[in-house]
């Protein structure tokens, strides 16, 4: 399904097609990393410590998208002006949810396996790379439609 092209709409279908992803997926992801990080230790390509950043964003995301949903999107909804802030806010959070997704791609070489990996981890890395992508979009889809639009309706030139 495609995004909506009203701003009063976008939040609806953020809440429902990304963060209701995010919050059922990252805790397979991260219980996956742990299982490969135990059962793997010590071999030369293991992503020590993903299941460890896969679970400080899981926090980090739940307060990011509760923020939107109590805060931005109720004030997009009913097209409410001084939304600079709270958007500011929300970039930045994007920034740093950037910088676990290069953190990500640093851990696992890129979601490069091994030639040997087993199927555990060929699962993990394949739903990872299904994740960053959607978590990704996301983010441009917040960043590059939803916040301009309310930006400029908001009287704020972008």
């Not at 899981?58 to 949903?69: A, D, P, Q, S, T």
């Not at 441009?140 to 939803?146: H, I, Q, S």
Request: with cysteine; proline share 7%.
């Amino acid at each position: 399904m495609a995004a909506p092209e009203s701003p009063a709409d976008l939040p609806h279908y953020i809440e429902t097609h990304y963060h209701a992803r995010h919050r059922a997926e990252l805790p397979e992801l991260a219980a996956l990393a742990e299982k490969v990080e135990t059962v793997h230790f010590g071999e030369e390509d293991v992503p020590e410590g993903l299941s460890a950043l896969l679970r400080r964003m899981i926090g980090e995301l739940e307060v990011h998208m509760k923020k939107e949903e109590l805060i931005l999107f109720p004030a997009v909804r009913k097209a409410a002006s001084g939304l600079d802030a709270p958007i500011a806010a929300m970039r930045q959070g994007h920034g740093d949810h950037a910088a676990d997704i290069a953190q990500i791609g640093q851990l696992t070489n890129g979601l490069t396996l091994p030639p040997d990996a087993c199927p555990i981890w060929t699962r993990l890395y394949a739903e990872l790379g299904e994740f960053v992508a959607e978590l990704e979009e996301h983010i441009r889809l917040e960043n590059e439609v939803l916040f301009p639009r309310v930006e400029t309706r908001s009287g704020r030139n972008v």
